[in-house]
């Protein structure tokens, strides 16, 4: 049974970093493209950052800053999230996706198998 499970997220001061872990489990990690989504309070689900198999990614969120790296550890089923300068507004739960696909999209609708979310609050 697939599963996937966050951890990293966090109470943290404007400025501050987080790394997000996404273990998968049940499934061979290679085999898919894994996205990072995020949900604020009364906002919809919004793509964050994909990684595909290749290992290639690309940032959905805060593109043009730089400060989201996501990276894949196929060998530890797992792929991060890092973070920096964090800011009030990425207050959120932050929640890995996979897709048995061979690119990223920032479409929630794509992605069939999701973990259960990390909270992370950024305080000012």
């Known amino acids: 049974q697939l599963q996937l499970v966050e951890s990293g997220g966090g109470l943290v001061h404007s400025g501050g970093s987080l790394r997000l872990s996404c273990v998968a489990s049940?499934?061979?990690?290679?085999?898919?493209?894994i996205g990072w989504f995020r949900q604020a309070p009364g906002k919809e689900r919004e793509g964050v950052s994909c990684?595909?198999?290749?290992?290639?990614?690309?940032n959905y969120a805060d593109s043009d800053e730089g400060r989201f790296t996501i990276s894949r550890d196929n060998a530890k089923s797992t792929v991060y999230l890092q973070v920096n300068s964090l800011k009030p507004e990425d207050t959120g739960v932050y929640y890995c996706?996979?897709?048995?696909?061979?690119?990223?999209?920032?479409?929630?609708?794509?992605?069939?198998?999701w973990g259960q979310g990390t909270q992370v609050t950024v305080s000012s």
């Open positions: 996706a996979a897709d048995p696909d061979y690119d990223c999209s920032n479409n929630a609708d794509e992605y069939p198998y």
């Open positions: 049940g499934i061979i990690l290679d085999y898919y493209v």
């Open positions: 990684i595909r198999r290749s290992g290639g990614s690309t």
